[in-house]
């Protein structure tokens, strides 16, 4: 099992910045890639960016690139999403999620409760 828990979201102006963290408990080792995601009002719920744990190699949405910076810190155990330029539309929730591999087969898929952001105009 791996426990996700979320943290740093919150109200922030356009163009302003935050950044998000993901912290992860239990059976770290076995996390192979962990993501960003975001749930507007409304919306279903959209991929922004990931991060594979071993290599550092990242992948980012069409509105993220350029804006946002996923990142980790192996040794806290934590992953960021740092989030520049922000504009109201990126207001959500965001949630983290991680992907674990075992025996080199999907082993589980995992969400934390998320974290709101709020960005007015």
């Known amino acids: 099992q791996v426990h996700l828990v979320e943290s740093g979201g919150g109200l922030v102006q356009s163009g302003g910045s935050l950044r998000l963290s993901c912290r992860a408990s239990?059976?770290?080792?076995?996390?192979?890639?962990v993501g960003w995601y975001r749930q507007a009002p409304g919306k279903e719920r959209e991929f922004v960016a990931n991060?594979?744990?071993?290599?550092?190699?990242?992948n980012y949405s069409d509105s993220a690139k350029g804006r946002f910076t996923i990142s980790r810190d192996r040794a806290k155990d934590t992953v960021y999403l740092q989030m520049n330029s922000l504009q109201p539309e990126d207001t959500a929730v965001y949630y983290c999620n991680a992907v674990t591999v075992v025996a080199g087969s999907h082993g589980g898929d995992y969400w934390g409760k998320g974290t709101l952001v709020t960005v007015s105009s």
């Open positions: 239990g059976i770290v080792f076995s996390i192979n890639t």
């Open positions: 991060i594979i744990t071993y290599s550092g190699s990242t």
